[in-house]
């Protein structure tokens, strides 16, 4: 495939939505008839005769080509650009604005058209649905003999899929309402009322349907919710149909924009000096590209990063994931604290296809350190197809920086488009190139990060790529009907699908309290004698049953140590060294009860464990240990649970029930690996003093939540805050202490 092909991407607007316009048409309705008026002597010729018809002027072939041209690059030319335009084409300014005025109300005509197409054929298809199941209710049949049914009690199994079916139908038919109000100009209402979020199952059911991963909604407190809710701050309106042009001419133009940066290579990337990673370079980006979201604000910097990789999963099913808000939040848990479609602009054009898709977003991204603020983002995310197995997905945000509004929680991040360009290879396998393009405040990350950010390892391509090689996998191996000797542990497959569930809430709601995201809702505490680096929270529970009732408190920090991360990884997921910094440990080492693999690597995995003395009859205290390592991060994430309730889950009962205070740590690069250099003038990398190809270091995230007081109505005491900050400055210095000792 050449740059040409993939260059058209962009360009070529999905066929079935504007189509291609017979030339005869066009010249009848875009402007192109031009009146010329009767001269004088014509025109006193007839004065006493019938006025002679009106001559029109047809424009020629090749202006009908260059002003298609230019119309695609830019649909509003300004004066300046008509005057140059109506200079070039011998053609009047007059006549150069009614063409474009009337292309524009074409194209916007012939998208309606066909937004009101499918709107009437789902109107058709759901009345079809359901008169046929008025006509079955009315003479029901017996499924196993085919007469008539006795009435009688449902079954449980058929109760449920009735409700299954009702949740999918309300949703589907809320989706037509709200989009033939917008593009019928006239309301359509439902009688459905809203869905339960209890009728909602979780995707990870577990994890080996359809996403592969346990859905967000299933985490008591954390619904995902539909709107802007969780933010605050103007919401902008998409209801005119300028904005709605706009917007998809801005998509258009991201997609086109995130194909070339995906195909270019030097001077727009150079290669470091250690030839492993992509280095952007800003000013041939600046003379490349024209800003697509207006100029970079002051202060901010540009982050921008690209990787390539091979991941164990078919572009389709990669597509579904993206365009799916839950399932996309699902396959980056620790990146993405929550995620929400909010409108629907562009709907595919074939059935059963993203492509042509077109919608806008809200997201929540996190880095897993209380110093990175999490960075809220609006944006549209764009889907088409190139060929056959050849898929692009691209984000740019959206600005909501209008005159009058203030305070809003978008100003400190801005997403340039983003994306990635996904091709199928043999054996399910697909290579996927991602870019990562964005500007933020800078002032507002600790100093300590910062090299994080700027290096991907943060928000970047690397970081995404490197999560989504770990999560397919996972989801391969979850699926795989072969199990590893290490896995040969007794428990039965439903008991691993819920040990994994409640495994996968104890890694949310760890992460909900490291970045203090809004799927819980903190409250942050100021204390004198902790310090500024580390961030104290406190919530109270009441009625969630995932967590014990009463007072809880967390408390996180991120520090640097002179360590490479597999050094301090292995060390932290040593059960014979756990003695050295976990008083849950009892002073002894750790006896691995249960090991569930999660990937290929050893420490890719969810186990249970044990202090050896314990005898596994007592109603002692588990913990249940989740842990992981790519080559973005490592984490290990842990929680005390109770014998009684451990052996209910092994059993294949419901985890949603047991309380969880996790705690846990998160290892992540300094930030300073791979580094090499600088971009010269004429486009090159040169090596800088003191520069190198690997850091000696790495950043460590330590959280723990604690429940200091039973009783949800008590007050925190000065006393819970600093326990827990002693805690933490205890813990690191014998993690610290330990592992430099090996």
Request: hydrophobic share 35%; net charge negative; proline share 5%.
């Amino acid at each position: 495939m050449d740059a040409g092909e993939m260059g058209l991407i962009g360009e070529q607007f999905d066929p079935s939505v504007v189509g291609r316009i017979r030339e005869e048409e066009f010249e009848s309705r875009s402007g192109s008839d031009n009146v010329e008026g009767a001269s004088g002597d014509d025109q006193e010729a007839n004065e006493d005769g019938p006025p002679r018809k009106k001559k029109y002027h047809r424009h020629t072939p090749h202006q009908i080509q260059e002003l298609e041209s230019f119309f695609k690059e830019c649909p509003h030319p300004d004066e300046k650009q008509r005057s140059e335009l109506s200079r070039r084409l011998g053609l009047e300014s007059k006549q150069i604005k009614f063409w474009f005025q009337n292309r524009r109300t074409q194209m916007k005509t012939q998208m309606e058209r066909h937004e009101n197409i499918i709107l009437r054929q789902e109107h058709d298809k759901l009345r079809a649905e359901n008169e046929m199941l008025k006509d079955a209710m009315k003479n029901p049949t017996c499924n196993n003999c085919g007469g008539p049914a006795v009435p009688g009690s449902v079954s449980n199994y058929e109760l449920q899929q009735l409700r299954i079916e009702n949740a999918r139908l309300k949703d589907e038919l809320g989706r037509i309402c709200i989009l033939a109000n917008k593009f019928l100009g006239r309301p359509l209402t439902s009688s459905a009322g809203p869905i339960s979020p209890q009728g909602v199952n979780s995707s990870l059911e577990l994890g080996v349907g359809r996403n592969g991963f346990g859905g967000v909604a299933n985490i008591p407190g954390s619904m995902m919710q539909t709107s802007l809710e969780f933010v605050e701050g103007p919401v902008m309106s998409l209801t005119m149909p300028h904005d709605r042009n706009m917007l998809i001419d801005l998509a258009l133009t991201a997609m086109d924009e995130l194909i070339k940066m995906a195909e270019a290579d030097s001077p727009l990337w150079i290669k470091s000096l250690d030839g492993g990673r992509d280095v952007f370079n800003q000013e041939e980006y600046m003379r490349t590209f024209s800003p697509c979201i207006g100029m970079k604000p002051n202060g901010f910097v540009t982050e921008a990063s690209r990787e390539t990789g091979m991941v164990i999963i078919n572009s389709s099913a990669l597509i579904e994931t993206m365009m799916d808000a839950n399932r996309w939040a699902e396959m980056f848990p620790c990146m993405i604290a929550r995620s929400a479609t909010t409108d629907v602009l562009l709907s595919p054009s074939v059935t059963g296809t993203k492509n042509g898709a077109l919608q806008v977003m809200v997201a929540e991204f996190q880095v897993l350190s209380p110093l990175v603020p999490v960075r809220q983002a609006k944006f549209l995310r764009f889907c088409k197809q190139h060929i056959e197995g050849v898929w692009a997905v691209v984000d740019v945000s959206i600005d909501t920086n209008r005159e009058g509004l203030s305070a809003d929680p978008f100003q400190t991040y801005r997403r340039l488009p983003s994306g990635f360009v996904v091709q199928d290879v043999p054996n399910n396998y697909s290579k996927v190139t991602w870019i990562e393009h964005a500007e933020y405040d800078e002032s507002i990350v600790h100093h300590l990060c910062r090299p994080l950010l700027s290096s991907g390892m943060g928000f970047g391509a690397p970081k995404w790529v490197a999560t989504l090689q770990r999560q397919c996998e996972c989801l391969a191996v979850l699926m795989s009907s072969t199990m590893t000797v290490q896995d040969q542990s007794g428990i039965s497959p439903i008991g691993r699908k819920s040990m994994l569930k409640l495994a996968q809430r104890m890694t949310y709601n760890f992460c909900s309290g490291v970045c203090a995201s809004s799927v819980r809702k903190w409250d942050k505490l100021c204390v004198g004698n902790v310090g500024e680096d580390v961030r104290v929270l406190t919530r109270k529970n009441v009625n969630d049953p995932g967590e014990p009732p009463g007072v809880v408190l967390c408390a996180a920090t991120t520090v640097w140590l002179p360590m490479t991360r597999q050094r301090l990884f292995d060390f932290m997921r040593d059960e014979r060294m756990r003695s050295e910094w976990d008083i849950l440990s009892n002073g002894g080492p750790l006896q691995e009860m249960v090991h569930i693999a999660k990937g290929q690597a050893p420490g890719n995995c969810a186990s249970l464990l044990r202090a050896g003395a314990m005898n596994v009859n007592d109603s002692g205290m588990l913990i249940l240990q989740e842990t992981w390592n790519d080559s973005s991060g490592s984490l290990v994430v842990y929680a005390p649970v109770d014998v009684p309730s451990m052996s209910m889950v092994m059993n294949g009962g419901d985890s949603t029930c047991v309380a969880l205070l996790p705690s846990g740590f998160a290892i992540l690069p300094d930030g300073y690996f791979g580094h090499g250099g600088l971009i010269n003038s004429n486009g090159t990398m040169v090596k800088t003093e003191g520069s190198s190809n690997e850091s000696g270091g790495c950043l460590l995230t330590v959280g723990f939540q604690i429940l200091v007081n039973s009783l949800p109505t008590a007050k925190l005491t000065v006393e819970s805050v600093e326990t827990v900050n002693n805690l933490i400055s205890c813990t690191i210095q014998k993690i610290k202490a330990a592992v430099l000792e090996t």
